[in-house]
């Protein structure tokens, strides 16, 4: 692949799930103990079920601990190799970024996976990368997290690309302002932090049926995701 015509402008990858495979980190054991009785997002929950501080501490450090244990389990997800090809053969024509309500840790352990299978380093596939409590040097202060499309405005400073896509903050039933802006994730709060910011968002079924309605794509694997992001090659 000597050159390839984009479909996109940009791309943002969540990680668990999306860039590794779904399941590495067991959310329903992570509910189990808390007590949470839904499905939904474990630390907006937490913040406002807790009783006390001291209980939200409590429950958070339980969410810690499941997600370190799930860091041994992590495994690239299937059809990476086929996103790899079609990243490095973009380049700088096509922005990356990996965008999660995991820790930083979780970045590190992802680097070293993708050394240790012989890819490119993390930075070099994904430049920008927000993870939880990121700190925002622009806004003074740490970002929300996903659905919030803060992270979302905050990759597009990072890209330097606010001139051609100014800081938009609508409703996800809205038709995509930025269609060739593009969140990936298998999670229902990824969608929303893309179409909240206006961006195209794509679904991670692996291979389930069935779609939430902010999805404007659905992919099975990186391999439909990467193919996606090419118009034509050549
Ligand atoms: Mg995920």
Redesign the pocket.
Request: aromatic share 0%.
């Given at each position: 692949m000597s050159h390839v015509e984009l479909a996109f402008a940009g791309v943002i990858f969540?990680?668990?799930?999306?860039l590794t495979q779904?399941d590495a980190i067991d959310f329903a054991r992570m509910r189990e103990r808390i007590g949470m009785p839904e499905p939904g997002s474990i630390l907006h929950w937490i913040e406002a079920h807790a009783t006390s501080e001291t209980e939200a501490e409590e429950m958070r450090a339980v969410v810690w601990e499941e997600e370190a244990l799930a860091l041994d389990q992590m495994a690239l997800g299937t059809g990476f190799k086929d996103l790899v090809r079609v990243l490095s053969a973009a380049g700088d024509a096509l922005p990356t970024a990996i965008c999660?309500?995991n820790s930083t840790e979780a970045l590190e352990a992802f680097d070293a996976l993708l050394r240790r299978s012989g890819f490119p380093a993390c930075a070099t596939l994904f430049p920008v990368a927000v993870a939880r409590d990121h700190h925002s040097t622009r806004l003074g202060r740490v970002l929300e997290n996903k659905p919030s499309p803060e992270p979302t405005h905050e990759i597009l400073h990072a890209w330097g690309l606010t001139e051609a896509y100014p800081v938009h903050a609508g409703h996800e039933e809205e038709a995509p302002r930025y269609p060739d802006l593009l969140f990936v994730?298998?999670?229902r709060d990824?969608l929303l932090a893309g179409r909240r910011a206006g961006t195209a968002a794509a679904w991670?079924n692996h291979g389930d049926e069935g779609a939430p309605s902010t999805a404007t794509y659905s992919f099975r694997d990186l391999s439909e995701c990467a193919a996606t992001l090419i118009a034509a090659s050549c």
């Open positions: 969540d990680l668990d799930g999306t779904p999660t309500r994730g298998d999670g990824d991670m």
